[in-house]
C-alpha cells in the first residue's frame, strides 16, 4: 500500500464548478498536512496546510480527518487557472527531522 | 527576494559518468531536502539536512547517491556511475528550519536524462 493515495484523474470541469479531491494516507503517526500544486514541468508550490480543525483559504477548503487518515481539499467556482496537478503531501515526522511524502497527485483541467 | 536555485537546469550524461547536482537555498533557510520526481511518479524524498545535524540518508536509493551541505547553505547531489533508470528531476527544497509546518520552497529542478 503507497503511503499517500490519490486518484490520479483526470478531473475534467467546467468553470465555475465545485471539486474535490481526496487523500489516504497509511501512516497514523504523521504529524502534518498539505495540499501543494504542481503546473506542468514546474516545481510544486505550498498550496496551503490542513489542520484538524479544518481551514479555508478563498475558494479552497481542506479537511482533516485523522481517525480515518483521509484529507480532502475542495475547490469552489473552479478557474480556468486553477487547472494544474494537486499533490496531497504528509510529513512524517522522523524525530530526526522532517520527510514529506508526496502523493502522486490529482490533474484537475479546468474548462470552458 | 530570492528564491531557490538549482543548477544545471538540464543535464544529459552518459550511463556509467558521474553528475553533479547543486542547490542554493533561501538565504536564513536552515533546513534542506533532495527530493526526484520520475515521469508520471510522485516526488520521492531523497535526503534531508538540519543546520548541523547529520543528515537523513533515508531515502537515497542506492550508495551511488551521495549529497553534502557545505557550511551550512549549498548543497551538491552527486550520482556517481549514473545508470538509465536515475533519468528524473532532481529537487531541491529549503524551509526556514525543521519545524513540521514550514513551508518548503522548491527550486525549478534539473532534469537529469542519462543515455
Known amino acids: 500500500r503507497k503511503e499517500v493515495e490519490q486518484d490520479p484523474g483526470p478531473f475534467n470541469v467546467p468553470e465555475g464548478a465545485t471539486v474535490a479531491f481526496n487523500c489516504t494516507y497509511s501512516?497514523?503517526?504523521?504529524?502534518?498536512f498539505f495540499w501543494y500544486r504542481q503546473d506542468c514541468r514546474k516545481e510544486p508550490k505550498l498550496l496551503m496546510s490542513?489542520?484538524?480543525s479544518g481551514n479555508e483559504d478563498g475558494r479552497f477548503t481542506a479537511q482533516l480527518n485523522r481517525a480515518s487518515q483521509y484529507i480532502s481539499l475542495l475547490i469552489r467556482d473552479s478557474k480556468l487557472s486553477d487547472s494544474a496537478t494537486y499533490l496531497c503531501?504528509?510529513?512524517?515526522?522522523?524525530?530526526?527531522?522532517?520527510?514529506?511524502?508526496f502523493g502522486t497527485g490529482t490533474q484537475l483541467k479546468v474548462e470552458l | 527576494g530570492a528564491g531557490v536555485s538549482q543548477s544545471p537546469s538540464n543535464k544529459v550524461t552518459e550511463k556509467g559518468k558521474d553528475v553533479e547536482l547543486r542547490c542554493d537555498p533561501i538565504?536564513?533557510?536552515?533546513?534542506l531536502y533532495w527530493y526526484r520526481q520520475s515521469l508520471g511518479q510522485g516526488l520521492e524524498f531523497l535526503i534531508y539536512?538540519?543546520?548541523?545535524?547529520?543528515?537523513?540518508k533515508s531515502g537515497l536509493p542506492s550508495d551511488r547517491f551521495s549529497a553534502e551541505r557545505t557550511g551550512g547553505s549549498v548543497s551538491t547531489l552527486t550520482i556517481q556511475r549514473t545508470q538509465q533508470e536515475d533519468s528524473a528531476v532532481y529537487l531541491c527544497?529549503?524551509?526556514?528550519?525543521?519545524?513540521?509546518?514550514?513551508?518548503?520552497?522548491f527550486g525549478p529542478g534539473t532534469r537529469l536524462t542519462v543515455l
Open positions: 538565504s536564513g533557510h536552515t533546513a
Open positions: 490542513v489542520y484538524s
Open positions: 501512516n497514523s503517526a504523521s504529524q502534518s
Open positions: 539536512f538540519q543546520g548541523n545535524s547529520a543528515p537523513d
Open positions: 503531501v504528509v510529513n512524517g515526522f522522523t524525530g530526526g527531522g522532517n520527510k514529506l511524502t
Open positions: 527544497a529549503s524551509s526556514k528550519d525543521g519545524g513540521s509546518y514550514n513551508e518548503q520552497f
